[in-house]
């Protein structure tokens, strides 16, 4: 028995209009489908250039969602890409993200990107380039729970043992790993784009894996740079001050 999630909308089923988004990499992009049986229809995808998602991500959903004769009170889900990813770009699209289920109270469900990753090449760990040497990296096993964390070089050779097979998509991570894990089988994939969330995260909300909205947040697995660098600006304080003392 299908179940209404909200008035006026579109039942969690068949038929269901569902809106993904993905601002987190290099370039971002915006995808709309619709639940066809067991299928996902993919009506139509949007590619956003890096570094301008605040300006076109709203402007490019309104367009893809007219160019398919329907509007925001027609979706019946949409699917975040939570990261992890760049700062900005991921900050950018949950709030827009936001603005959109809260207008038209529509439900959501997050997924991580180097989830979508590891979906698209069909393996279980994933890397992504995290910039500054180091990795965003899921690992998954039989019988374990998978783990997404931040890792470098030295990170990397401490592990017990490296997956056998893992899914990349960018030239640093790849290099990264060949350097550390030389006996891991990396898979090739094309980046991760906004279908491919769709196509994973649908079932989830069909299922009903629903996010709090006041709870949604960025799955950024390191510290910001204003953070970052401000806790050593203010370590170096402290340090002369104690030294002037």
């Not at 996902?40 to 709203?58: H, N």
């Not at 040497?133 to 899921?138: D, W």
């Not at 009903?208 to 950024?220: I, S, T």
Request: hydrophobic share 45%; aromatic share 2%.
């Amino acid at each position: 028995m299908e179940t209404e999630t909200r008035a006026g909308a579109g039942t969690l089923g068949f038929g269901m209009l569902v809106l993904g988004i993905d601002t987190c990499g290099p370039t971002g992009s915006v995808a709309l489908g619709r639940l066809a049986g067991r299928d996902l229809e993919i009506l139509g995808q949007t590619e956003l250039e890096g570094r301008s998602y605040s300006a076109t991500l709203v402007a490019a959903v309104g367009e893809l969602l007219r160019g398919a004769g329907v509007g925001l009170k027609d979706l019946g889900g949409i699917v975040a890409v939570n990261g992890p990813g760049s700062f900005t770009g991921v900050r950018v699209g949950l709030s827009a993200v936001k603005g959109l289920a809260e207008g038209g109270q529509i439900p959501v469900v997050a997924v991580s990107r180097l989830e979508v990753l590891s979906r698209k090449a069909g393996v279980p760990s994933a890397a992504l380039d995290a910039h500054r040497g180091e990795v965003f990296l899921r690992l998954e096993t039989v019988g374990m729970k998978a783990r997404e964390l931040l890792a470098g070089a030295r990170e990397l050779a401490a592990m017990d043992a490296a997956p056998l097979r893992i899914a990349v998509c960018d030239e640093a991570s790849a290099g990264l790993l060949r350097a550390q894990w030389p006996g891991a089988q990396l898979v090739r994939s094309a980046e991760p784009v906004a279908v491919d969330a769709l196509r994973m995260g649908e079932a989830r909300l069909v299922a009903g894996a629903l996010v709090d909205l006041a709870l949604l947040d960025g799955h950024y697995l390191r510290r910001p740079d204003a953070e970052i660098f401000g806790a050593e600006t203010h370590g170096e304080a402290a340090g002369s001050g104690q030294r002037r003392a």
